[in-house]
Each structure stands twice: as C-alpha cells, then as structure tokens.
C-alpha cells in the first residue's frame, strides 16, 4: 500500500560544518520565539534560517522570512555549505534519548520518500486535526523554496521487524554521521545507497499502510503542493518530485517509540468549589482523594494514575490549588460510554482518556464551555508530570488535569476508523530533528 523510494538530498557538508548540533533545530512548530533568536544567533549556517526565519518591520511579499529562505538555500550550496547526495538514498537514522520516568531509549526508523496519497484511498491516515492558517504558511515556504525542509513523521505495522532489518544489513557499519545535542539527545545517521538494500525495503513496504504520527500539516500542505504544479505542469508525470513527501518512518511495534501525555493546565475557573465538582463527578467516575501538597507528596498520587492507565481504564488525575487536594478519577465505563454516545462521540474516541477529559470532566462536570478551553488565557498544556505538578500549585492556575498516554493501538484504531482525535491528543517524542536531510522538488525531476 505504501510506495516509498530513495531520494537524492542535500545535507550539510561536514568538511563546512564540523558539528551538526550547531545547526540542527527541532521541528518549526515546537520553538519558542527566544529560541528561534538564540539558534539564529548561533550560528550563520544554523537550519533556522531555512524553516523558520525571523520576520522584520519590513517585511513585504518579495522580501520575507520564505524568500529569504529560498535565498539562503541558493547561497549554502553554491558555498558548499549544503551538498546534494550523488545517488539516490534511504537515510537510516538512530536516536538515544531519555523521558522523565525512563533510561536511555532508542528510537530506529529511516527518512525516505513516500507517495503523495489523498487520504481517501486509505494509504495513509490521519488521526488529528489541522488548522487552516498553519498550512497556509507552510505552503507559502514550500513554494518559494520548492523543498521539503523537515520530514512529516510516520508509522507503519512491523511485527516481525523485517524492513529495519533489511535496511540495517547484517554487519554493523559506523554511522558517517553522528553527533549529541544539546539536550543530551544522541543522533546516528546513514544514507543507504545499495539498489538491492533498497528494492528489498520498498517491496517489504508495499503492503503496509502509513499512519501520520506528527507532521499533518506538512503532509496536507505537501498535498496542496502537489495539486498546485499539477495544474502548471498537466499532472502527468506519476513520478514527478512533487507527486512524493519526505517522511520518517518508524515501525508501531519500535520499543523506542514513546508517545507522552499532554496535561492540561486551567486558571480563570472563579469560585467554582472542588470538592463539590468532585461529588458531581461520582455519578460517572470512581473519585479518590489524595493529600498533595508539595510535589515531593504526588508520588502515590501518580502511581494511581498510573496504574489505571496499566490496567487500560479511563483514569484522570485532577489537582485542585485552592484546596490544595488531589484526585484520582476512574471511568465508570457504561456511564460514561452512554454519555458520550449522546454526544454523538463515534466508539473508537470513547475509550480515549482525552476524550474523557474534554468532553466530560471540563465540559460536562466542570461547565466550561468551547470558547473558554479555546481562549489560551484559561488553558496551557505540559508533557512533563513533576513541571504540570509544580505548576498547578503555583498562584499561575487554579487546576491541573492529568491523563496517561494515548496508547499506539489506539492512535492505530481511531486512524483505520477515518477518525480524528481531538487537538493535543498525542506527543510523540522526541519530534524529529530538522537539518539532517533536505528533499529537493524540482518540477523536472523524478523520483523512482
């Protein structure tokens, strides 16, 4: 089902820029505006530039942070700077990185091109939703650069391991590329050029679908791409580099594979009583209550909530500041089941504990409506416990809302549903790093 090819990119030249954590960055849509200044100010050559350059007053349609993205591609591979692979390649890339709660993990996978595909063939599937204004500035990028910068990252179904085994070989070989960055995290990376390696991965890939873990953006701005050049260049070239999408790909059985949770953070609740929202709450939930008062005293806390989630019930963990008590809230499963049937919630997004959190602990029992869980003055979000725990005792926010990790079997069964999970639903982590590989576009050039 899947049709991926190797690809000719352009990647940093090593004997230019001796070490790649100076110029490598985290996907666009993670970076805060003082790390957006602090990469840019680091080095002249650092990847910011190209995927998410800094604006200025004077700023007009020929000359912008896109334009200037353009010209700055121009500029690095006449330099030298930017080198394009002499032959077509499936890059093998390896990560170490740790979690909050975990040692040191590794996540395997390989950057490749794969097929454009409308989502209505069933080839590759989403499972969260967009926003119209985050592609329009991606595409805007896309155009003026005719690249994909960062690749969207995906899943495939690989029980027996087989196409990361066909890629890695049978003798170890030293990664030519391999660098630590600042966060500790360990990067090794090989392009793979051998044609018999190569047609043994694509055929191993034929029959497997593609589910979009991070990147939905860029996966439907590269669509819109695609049907833009189409209509310029009649559309009939199967093979054109437009018709295909940088992707990394990992395997949905990897061990190193790690989804977090996103809690949710609220202020601006008023008076509401907690120990009365909570005594509301028994209808539908199994409410335990906890004595947390410093962040040293969640421990016991957040084994239950864990272990909820171990024994794969809805369980949410709920910090109230005012009372300075915590709970434990376990689904009633039919009750709660029944509930989200009359809101006409398909089965596959009731088993959710994020479903079960917005739609019936902050809508249902705690009465906050859509345009309030909207406004990001009421609400923030964090990955990390102890950082969601600090912060929901501090005076910033009144309550803090805890849940476990969407399960990959999950995010696989709302996807094979045509479903889409709410926003912030999943955290796959750690993002994949921006930098390492560029995938050229150009209109007459084909990928094969």
């Known amino acids: 089902m899947a049709a991926i090819a190797p690809f000719r990119g352009f990647c940093y030249n090593l004997e230019e820029v001796h070490d790649l954590a100076r110029v490598t960055i985290p996907p666009y849509d993670v970076i805060s505006s003082d790390e957006q200044r602090a990469f840019h100010d680091g080095n002249p050559y650092n990847f910011i530039r190209l995927e998410l350059g800094l604006t200025t007053p004077e700023d007009s349609a020929q000359n912008n942070p896109h334009t200037r993205a353009a010209a700055w591609i121009k500029q690095w591979t006449q330099q030298g700077i ?3 692979s002499p032959q077509p390649s499936i ?23 794969l097929r454009l595909e409308d989502f209505s063939s069933g080839r590759v599937r989403p499972h969260e939703k967009t926003f119209q204004a985050a592609k329009d500035e991606r595409l805007g990028l896309m155009v003026a650069c005719n690249a994909n910068l960062s690749p969207v990252f995906a899943l495939y179904p690989d029980s027996g391991e087989q196409v990361y085994g066909a890629l890695s070989g ?3 070989v030293a990664p030519p590329v391999s660098f630590t960055d600042k966060t500790g995290m360990a990067h090794r990376f090989w392009p793979v050029t051998e044609r018999l390696i190569l047609d043994r991965v694509r055929e191993l890939m034929g029959d497997k679908p593609i589910f979009i873990a991070d990147g939905h953006h860029r996966y439907e701005t590269a669509l819109n791409y695609r049907n833009q050049l189409r209509k310029r260049y009649g559309g009939g070239n199967a093979n054109a580099s437009y018709e295909f999408i940088m992707v990394y790909l990992t395997d949905m059985n990897e061990p190193g594979l790690t989804i977090l949770p996103t809690h949710r953070l609220l202020g601006n609740l008023g008076d509401r009583d907690c120990e009365q929202v909570m005594e509301k709450a028994k209808d539908l939930f199994h409410v335990e209550r906890f004595q947390v008062q410093s962040g040293d005293r969640a421990v016991e806390w957040k084994k239950a909530i864990g272990a909820g989630g171990l024994r794969k019930e809805i369980t949410l963990g709920v910090y109230c500041r005012k009372a ?46 859509e345009q309030f869980l909207a406004d990001e003055r009421n609400i923030s979000f964090m990955h990390d416990f102890s950082g969601a725990v600090e912060a929901a005792m501090s005076d910033r926010f009144d309550a803090g809302f805890f849940i476990n990790q969407t399960r990959i079997e999950q995010v696989r069964e709302v996807a094979d549903a045509g479903l889409i999970m709410p926003h912030k639903s999943t955290y796959f982590y750690p993002k994949v790093t921006s930098g390492l590989v560029i995938n050229p576009l150009y209109p007459n050039e084909e990928i094969v």
């Open 82 to 84: 930017l080198v394009r």
């Open 91 to 113: 890059y093998r890339y390896e990560l170490d990185y740790k979690t909050e709660s975990e040692p040191v993990k590794t996540r395997r996978g390989f950057i490749c091109a």
């Open 170 to 172: 049978e003798a170890p």
């Open 324 to 369: 300075a008590c915590a709970y434990v809230l376990t689904a009633k499963k039919e009750e709660v089941s029944s509930l989200l049937a009359r809101k006409d919630i398909a089965p596959a997004l009731r088993t959710l504990d994020v479903v079960v959190l917005d739609q019936v602990l902050l809508r249902e029992i705690f009465g906050l409506s």
